[in-house]
T-cell receptor
Framework: NAGVTQTPKFQVLKTGQSMTLQCAQDMNHNSMYWYRQDPGMGLRLIYYSASEGTTDKGEVPNGYNVSRLNKREFSLRLESAAPSQTSVYFC?????????FGPGTRLLVL | TQLLEQSPQFLSIQEGENLTVYCNSSSVFSSLQWYRQEPGEGPVLLVTVVTGGEVKKLKRLTFQFGDARKDSSLHITAAQPGDTGLYLCAGGSNQGGKLIFGQGTELSVKP
């Protein structure tokens, strides 16, 4: 039982490049989330998916898109990366009010 | 917009000291959670409090939810180096499982 997994662990991009961050959970949870974490700002919600086939914007959705591919997988796409998107990205899924987080993806945009 | 203000942002203490971290808001939350995060890893849930005035203890950690469900505190007794990490509070809303996170408190406990 791996919990929540994320790939890649690290990525360096140039401004304007695109990439997709992958997330998968094996706990049969309905809801999944994408957060970004920046120093002194806690975790900010980018997008979430309450169930397979639905997605909604969070607090900071600009510059991102998501896909809930199936119940297990929830991907985050940066179409044209900007230096302001340098951050650590966490995926999470939940059962009730407990969220389970992946190990994170560290992204540097030059 | 619901906001959670967490203080202090940084805390460096010696082993054996006590400390308290605060989480405050002007909004009412349905629940309040505390997470601990170690470097290079994702946050891990420590506790959830749901009732105003509720107090929960987890070994040397004591968590309290304010009577009005707008604030919470985390108290650590006799801190140990293993307590070092980032502590995050998170408020639950009535919008499904969405959480509002505080800015975090970086705790360093020196031997």
């Amino acid at each position: 039982n791996a919990g929540v997994t994320q790939t890649p662990k690290f990525q360096v991009l140039k401004t304007g490049q695109s990439m997709t961050l992958q997330c998968a959970q094996d706990m049969n949870h309905n809801s999944m989330y994408w957060y970004r974490q920046d120093p002194g700002m806690g975790l900010r919600l980018i997008y979430y998916s309450a169930s397979e086939g639905t997605t909604d914007k969070g607090e900071v959705p600009n510059g991102y898109n998501v896909s809930r591919l199936n119940k297990r997988e929830f991907s985050l796409r940066l179409e044209s990366a900007a230096p302001s998107q340098t951050s650590v990205y966490f995926c999470a899924s939940d059962r009730g009010e407990t969220q389970y987080f992946g190990p994170g993806t560290r992204l540097l945009v030059l | 917009t619901q906001l959670l203000e967490q203080s202090p942002q940084f805390l460096s203490i010696q082993e054996g000291e006590n400390l308290t971290v605060y989480c405050n808001s002007s909004s009412v939350f349905s629940s309040l959670q505390w997470y601990r995060q170690e470097p290079g890893e994702g946050p891990v849930l420590l506790v959830t409090v749901v009732t105003g005035g509720e107090v929960k203890k987890l070994k040397r950690l004591t968590f309290q939810f304010g009577d009005a469900r707008k604030d919470s505190s985390l108290h650590i007794t006799a801190a140990q180096p293993g307590d070092t990490g980032l502590y995050l509070c998170a408020g639950g809303s009535n919008q499904g499982g969405k959480l509002i996170f505080g800015q975090g408190t970086e705790l360093s406990v020196k031997p």
